[in-house]
């Protein structure tokens, strides 16, 4: 089973680097992808209380027969509880869902700078009180862009832990990766792929097969070689396995220079801006 590195976080805690992500899981097949990937051997699950599947986390994690203290568990308020009282009660309802006293990682999922008065900072304090109190071990945000970063430096004591962001060739987010870094906030890749456009690169597969690897292996092997954590998925267990196997390779620094040359900078974005995003879920 290939080894896994870790990223030190700024609290002292640390994230396994590759993790696998649940979002678009259907509620009903997650216990199995869960239990799948962590047969594998991932031992760092990504969900979110919008997925609407936190329940089945906590269920392939039983069915894995998996020690709790073995995984590293993140999941994300859901976008409607942004008021520090909503925020708790969703809080305890992850806690619920998941059947354990305590997450690895909280997340803000998204800034909403658009709504609830543009204020996230009181959101954020609320995070703090579930890192006071030891049930959230880490906290931090997701897309969350420099201008929502600093206004959070502003508002409280705590620097994020990670921030969760879209990121991948066509869309390296240079700027929100410069300030993490200066900041030691760790930078979490979403969409590592761009949703599979980047798959059929001719940069990207001549790479690959110099390698003897696929476009997908690639890709994730220049996210790992960065200093992005990245959270794939799938629900096919021979595509969990291909991801998982990244760690027996390298790319060389004219092969990581090619790949970040890709940068289509905002328009390669495949997901929504988040100094305009304002979705809110029935």
């Given at each position: 089973m290939s080894s896994v590195p870790t990223i030190a976080l700024n609290d002292g805690n640390?994230?396994?680097?590759?993790?696998?992500?649940?979002?678009?899981?259907?509620?009903?097949q997650t216990a199995a992808a869960v239990r799948a990937a962590l047969e594998v051997g991932y031992r760092h699950i990504d969900t979110a209380e919008m997925y609407r599947n936190e329940k089945g986390v906590g269920q392939g994690?039983?069915?894995?027969?998996?020690?709790?203290?073995?995984?590293?568990?993140?999941?994300?308020l859901n976008n409607g509880y942004h008021r520090?009282?909503?925020?708790?009660?969703?809080?305890?309802?992850?806690?619920?869902?998941l059947g354990s006293d305590y997450v690895d990682l909280f997340l803000i999922h998204w800034p909403l700078p658009t709504l609830y008065d543009g204020d996230f900072v009181s959101t954020w304090n609320v995070l703090e009180e579930f890192a006071k109190d030891g049930r959230a071990r880490s906290i931090g945000v997701s897309n969350f862009q420099v201008a929502h970063l600093q206004r959070l430096a502003e508002g409280s004591q705590t620097v994020p832990a990670v921030n969760q962001v879209e990121a991948h060739p066509y869309f390296g987010n240079e700027q929100v990766r410069t300030y993490d870094r200066e900041h030691r906030i760790a930078t979490e890749a979403w969409s590592p792929i761009a949703q599979g456009k980047v798959l059929d690169d001719e940069v990207i597969t001549r790479i690959a097969d110099a390698h003897n690897k696929t476009a997908a292996q690639v890709v994730l092997r220049w996210h790992v070689q960065r200093g992005d954590i990245v959270i794939p998925k799938s629900v096919h267990r021979e595509r969990m396995q291909s991801n998982f196997d990244i760690f027996d390779f390298s790319l060389d620094n004219g092969e990581m220079d090619a790949i970040t040359g890709l940068d289509r900078g905002e328009s390669g974005r495949t997901g929504p801006n988040p100094d305009r995003f304002d979705f809110v879920p029935d």
């Amino acid at each position: 089973m290939s080894s896994v590195p870790t990223i030190a976080l700024n609290d002292g805690n640390t994230i396994p680097q590759l993790g696998f992500g649940v979002f678009q899981v259907p509620p009903d097949q997650t216990a199995a992808a869960v239990r799948a990937a962590l047969e594998v051997g991932y031992r760092h699950i990504d969900t979110a209380e919008m997925y609407r599947n936190e329940k089945g986390v906590g269920q392939g994690l039983r069915d894995a027969g998996v020690d709790r203290g073995d995984v590293f568990i993140t999941s994300k308020l859901n976008n409607g509880y942004h008021r520090p009282d909503d925020a708790r009660r969703a809080f305890d309802a992850t806690l619920s869902a998941l059947g354990s006293d305590y997450v690895d990682l909280f997340l803000i999922h998204w800034p909403l700078p658009t709504l609830y008065d543009g204020d996230f900072v009181s959101t954020w304090n609320v995070l703090e009180e579930f890192a006071k109190d030891g049930r959230a071990r880490s906290i931090g945000v997701s897309n969350f862009q420099v201008a929502h970063l600093q206004r959070l430096a502003e508002g409280s004591q705590t620097v994020p832990a990670v921030n969760q962001v879209e990121a991948h060739p066509y869309f390296g987010n240079e700027q929100v990766r410069t300030y993490d870094r200066e900041h030691r906030i760790a930078t979490e890749a979403w969409s590592p792929i761009a949703q599979g456009k980047v798959l059929d690169d001719e940069v990207i597969t001549r790479i690959a097969d110099a390698h003897n690897k696929t476009a997908a292996q690639v890709v994730l092997r220049w996210h790992v070689q960065r200093g992005d954590i990245v959270i794939p998925k799938s629900v096919h267990r021979e595509r969990m396995q291909s991801n998982f196997d990244i760690f027996d390779f390298s790319l060389d620094n004219g092969e990581m220079d090619a790949i970040t040359g890709l940068d289509r900078g905002e328009s390669g974005r495949t997901g929504p801006n988040p100094d305009r995003f304002d979705f809110v879920p029935d």
